[in-house]
């Protein structure tokens, strides 16, 4: 687990990257909970992922907390499934995403649809424009917003439904990369 100011500010951050017997306390135990010792105060990003993520079953987390406090209660975190190996290339769904404005706080951002690439498997829907809040029913919004990263790392010829903030679901079958 790590944990990092959101301005991005390293020499402010906590990393624990190792498993060593001095690293237990920031390994999540077998009911999800951890420490990170001498964590930054303010907008925090809590990123934690498999000790082995190249072979892990589960995506990451990636998190924006107000740290206010020396103990703070996450709750609950959801970790997607991953349907796809971590390090290979998955499907393509001919769909880019508008970057967020500088200064966008993390739980702010939204998966905007920018660009849909002539040809691809997303063209004709959604729309430039909608906005993804949820992939095949998992809630992808703010705080939960990694979780898109993982959820859209298919194998070729996976369908994946895409809900929109206007109502409507759109299903996508991943495509060859081009």
Do not use: C, W
């Not at 237990?24 to 010792?37: M, Q, W």
């Not at 991953?82 to 880019?96: K, L, N, S, T």
């Not at 729309?127 to 993982?150: E, K, P």
């Amino acid at each position: 687990m790590m944990a990092a100011l959101s301005t991005g500010k390293l020499e402010e951050s906590s990393f624990h990257l190792g498993g060593g017997a001095e690293d237990k306390a920031r390994i999540s135990d077998a009911d999800g909970r951890f420490v990170i010792a001498d964590a930054p105060r303010g907008e925090v990003t809590i990123t934690g992922f498999s000790m082995d993520f190249a072979n892990s079953a589960y995506g990451f987390v990636q998190i924006p907390v107000d740290v206010d406090g020396p103990n703070v209660d996450l709750g609950d975190l959801p970790v997607a499934r991953m349907r796809a190996p971590a390090m290979e290339r998955g499907g393509d769904f001919g769909v880019a995403f508008k970057d967020a404005a500088p200064g966008t706080r993390a739980a702010d951002r939204v998966l905007e649809v920018s660009r849909l690439r002539p040809g691809g498997p997303g063209e004709g829907s959604p729309a430039v424009g909608d906005v993804i809040v949820s992939i095949d029913g998992h809630d992808v919004r703010g705080r939960n917003g990694y979780l898109a990263a993982t959820l859209m790392h298919v194998p070729v010829g996976t369908a994946v439904e895409f809900g929109l903030a206007r109502g409507a679901t759109v299903s996508i079958t991943a495509a060859a990369p081009p």
